[in-house]
């Protein structure tokens, strides 16, 4: 029983001198606004109503903490390059922040930049500053990336498990132990009920949310996602890519009431970004994508004069979706367009023949169909 007080009170003594060295760290000077050290970006600029993401580290700096939340909003949308950019702001903010540098390597590792182990070493330099949860979540990254005495390359998954389980097992609560657990679990389906779990401790997670809709997707069951669509647009009501997701599982289950209009949306979010940030649409790796869904929405819908405009402006961009070019005129019934289209893939001879088959059925003229389908 002894021991036992005299571990708890060396413990109680371990936490107030952590917390100690927190409150007595002021918060760094105004990081340079050019240009961030590593990423060479611009420092970031905290967004209002981003997401709902909060997740407490030790700093003694709001500012800090408010660039690391904003960093983990990015990081659980896939927005990897503003990810880095909010993380490596955060410790700018609070240069012995561990958490802040561990967040800068996972988002460096995504985006990707070489300089991911350099920010994760940074944590691990820190880690005596860090708080008790927060040394499970360092540990965890090390040892998944082999930079922790003993861990052989085949068990690096399975000790930075040991080290999320630990966590869990002490503090059952925390949001970011469940999503870094999901992480590295082996198996198609093995992250499911780390994301579920995550759901009871914070109903409107956006990592979890985000993540089982590409989950349900992938598995052909997107009428399960669909409750995960609404929760991450809900949690994430700045982000480009909560109001994209929900289209990847609506043009599916026939949800087309709001489906377009919420596609149109994000891409309104990300030209406003683009022009906060000074970020070119070629260095946002989403953007292509979302405007491709976007059009596929358009069209279904009938709306072809935004769909023309759509398209107009991803031409001006140099985004060339040919595919739905094609759908868009035979649907509008732009024959001289369709066949413009048909004209830019002579080269592969089973690409044109399906899309003459196409154009010919749809203009009733099944005599010229017939040769392009045997082909």
Excluded at 59 to 64: A, D
Excluded at 216 to 236: C, D, Q
Excluded at 255 to 279: F, R
Aim: glycine content about 6%; proline content about 6%; aromatic content about 10%.
């Amino acid at each position: 029983m002894t021991t036992y007080r005299l571990a708890c009170a060396v413990c109680l003594l371990g936490l107030a001198a952590s917390n100690a060295a927190a409150q007595g760290r002021e918060s760094h000077k105004q990081p340079d606004p050019h240009q961030l050290p590593i990423t060479k970006l611009s420092p970031a600029k905290l967004k209002k109503d981003l997401c709902l993401v909060h997740y407490p580290i030790t700093t003694s700096s709001p500012e800090c903490q408010a660039h690391f939340d904003q960093g983990l909003a990015y990081y659980y949308s896939y927005v990897w390059m503003e990810a880095a950019r909010s993380f490596e702001t955060a410790a700018q903010f609070d240069p012995e922040c561990p958490m802040a540098w561990w967040g800068l390597s996972k988002a460096l590792e995504k985006w990707p930049r070489p300089q991911h182990n350099e920010a994760l070493r940074k944590a691990q330099q820190f880690l005596p500053r860090a708080g008790h949860r927060e040394t499970y979540l360092i540990k965890a990254r090390l040892a998944e990336k082999g930079m922790l005495d003993g861990v052989k390359p085949e068990n690096r998954r399975k000790e930075a498990a040991k080290y999320l389980d630990e966590l869990l097992t002490l503090y059952d609560d925390d949001e970011e132990g469940w999503f870094c657990r999901a992480q590295v679990a082996d198996g198609p389906n093995a992250g499911v009920p780390y994301y579920k779990a995550l759901l009871r401790v914070n109903p409107l997670h956006p990592g979890a949310h985000h993540e089982l809709i590409h989950h349900y997707e992938n598995i052909r069951r997107p009428a399960l996602g669909w409750p995960h669509a609404l929760g991450y647009m809900k949690s994430s009501p700045g982000l480009p890519h909560a109001f994209h997701m929900q289209a990847h599982l609506a043009m599916r289950i026939g949800k087309w009431d709001k489906t377009t209009d919420w596609s149109l949306y994000a891409i309104e979010l990300q030209d406003a970004y683009h022009k906060e940030m000074n970020v070119k649409h070629t260095e946002d790796w989403q953007y292509a994508h979302h405007q491709e869904t976007l059009l596929q929405a358009l069209i279904h819908d009938g709306r072809f004069k935004e769909a023309r405009a759509c398209r107009a402006h991803c031409e001006k961009l140099g985004i060339y979706h040919r595919n739905h070019w094609f759908r868009l005129h035979v649907a509008e019934r732009d024959w001289e367009e369709a066949e413009k289209i048909i004209n830019h893939f002579k080269g592969d001879k089973l690409q044109t023949a399906y899309y003459r088959a196409v154009l010919n059925l749809r203009k009733g003229d099944l005599e010229r169909a017939a040769p392009e389908v045997n082909v």
